[in-house]
């Protein structure tokens, strides 16, 4: 047991015994889960930080590579205290002439284990807190800039369930986010954030002649209220994600008929992306969505031959590739 040091008045814990069996478990794990063994132990990296590599692809790799484990995709490593994660984050816009192939490519990724799968936009709704302003004013530091600590043991991280090293990526992740990194095609992006009357009077004293500095305060308040209220399901996908196994996936069908894609949309794939989740955005339509807030070197696009603005979403059955054949046959003939 750990027993209590009179002079400093804290609890030591360097001296316990260890066991026989506990000498032999570390020492195996020393030699045989070396970093650089590929033979890693569960949860090996689980307090890591997480770096993802993003992989630029064609689009027949996005099936390939989607179904390897990150520690067999091109760029996987681990540096210091931090895992790379090799992961894809591509559109496709179009489609095939041959819509079952198409539908075939869909459904293969979004059959593989731990997948969210949306077609109605956006994927979530997003009701800030009343009190949003008040949060974001109350984690910020004299440099006017979130600060870390503050946001990990603040009353409304609502994250504590979740492991220790998950928890600080979300946290460094929101410190990033809130800064507003390059990816960000402008500065302007917001959700509906209600003001009481003295903030609405206190934002028109202090940016009535600087508009672009009142729209930064709103995205970073919006983007702040978003990502300190992630879905449960979002927070399962990672909260299950052993780093070098396995990669969760966001697959994404919208053909322009259920709902818009939304700002709150795009600070959601951005977030799941930089924690090495595979998002994949099919648009048969070929319209704009992800685009419209993220600059496109942040991810890859693939244009298809055709445009199908009615293409529902459907698997294929016994009977489509039936239909395809004879089509086919009558084709050659």
């Not at 059959?111 to 077609?119: A, I, S, Y």
């Not at 298809?304 to 046959?329: E, S, V």
Request: net charge positive; glycine share 4%.
């Amino acid at each position: 047991m750990s027993h209590l040091n009179e002079d400093n008045n804290k609890y030591e814990t360097d001296n316990r015994t260890e066991t026989y069996a506990f000498k032999a478990t570390k020492e195996f794990k020393e030699k045989f889960h070396d970093k650089d063994s590929y033979y890693y132990e569960p949860w090996q990296f689980a307090d890591y930080e997480v770096c993802a590599d993003t992989l630029k692809t064609t689009y027949d790799e996005i099936n390939i590579w989607s179904s390897e484990e990150a520690v067999i995709r091109p760029g996987w490593k681990i540096e210091g205290n931090k895992v790379h994660v090799p992961n894809i984050f591509s559109k496709i816009s179009g489609v095939y002439e041959d819509v079952v192939k198409y539908r075939d490519d869909i459904n293969t990724l979004v059959d593989q284990q731990n997948v969210l799968f949306f077609k109605r936009f956006p994927m979530f709704r997003i009701f800030p807190p009343g009190n949003i302003v008040k949060i974001y004013s109350s984690l910020l530091n004299k440099k006017g800039q979130i600060d870390k600590e503050r946001l990990l043991t603040s009353e409304y991280w609502k994250y504590t369930s979740l492991k220790s090293g998950l928890q600080e990526n979300i946290a460094d992740r929101i410190l990033e986010f809130c800064a507003l990194p390059d990816f960000w095609k402008a500065k302007c992006f917001s959700i509906n954030i209600r003001f009481s009357l003295l903030d609405k009077f206190t934002n028109f004293l202090m940016y009535k002649n600087d508009k672009s500095a009142r729209e930064r305060l709103m995205m970073k308040i919006s983007i702040l209220s978003i990502m300190l209220n992630l879905d449960n399901r979002l927070l399962n996908i990672l909260q299950n994600f052993d780093y070098p196994l396995n990669v969760p996936k966001i697959i994404l069908y919208n053909n322009g008929k259920s709902g818009n894609f939304s700002f709150s949309d795009a600070v959601i794939l951005m977030f799941m992306n930089s924690m090495g989740v595979d998002v994949v955005i099919f648009n048969p339509a070929g319209t704009n969505d992800i685009e419209n807030f993220i600059d496109e070197s942040y991810f890859d696009l693939h244009r298809l031959q055709f445009i199908n603005q009615n293409l529902r979403y459907k698997r294929n059955n016994f009977f489509t590739y039936l239909i395809r054949k004879i089509k086919i046959f009558f084709k050659r003939g």
